[in-house]
């Protein structure tokens, strides 16, 4: 079994830990205060707001690299690579468009 924690679980920590800091540090003693003070604090927004992720758009995909229309030892260099999971087929279409001449030199690094 992995002791390993997840990120919400490293995150729930996090919050816990400052909430536990500011609770310590400032201390009130009215027992009315400290559980509004606690309710506060566990408000989104107060310590922390919910993640927001946005994923990048996906690569246009173009045609296989056995369709394409490239030099042949291209051809062959990016079907060796394509067999070593190096490059992915069908190729993407700015990989594909900057494979052929005169760009044929300039392959972007976004394995």
């Given at each position: ?52 992720i ?46 052929r ?8 690094g976004?394995?």
């Amino acid at each position: 079994m992995s002791s390993t924690k997840t990120i919400a679980e490293t995150i729930a920590e996090i919050r816990e830990a400052l909430r536990e800091y500011i609770e310590a540090t400032y201390h009130v003693g009215h027992e009315v205060l400290v559980d509004q003070r606690h309710q506060l604090l566990e408000e989104e927004g107060v310590l922390y707001r919910a993640p927001y992720i946005e994923s990048t758009p996906r690569y246009k995909t173009s045609r296989s690299f056995s369709e394409l229309d490239i030099p042949t030892t291209a051809k062959k260099l990016l079907t060796h690579r394509l067999t070593l999971a190096l490059v992915s087929s069908p190729c993407f279409l700015i990989l594909h468009t900057l494979i052929r001449p005169p760009h044929l030199k300039q392959l972007p690094g976004t394995g």
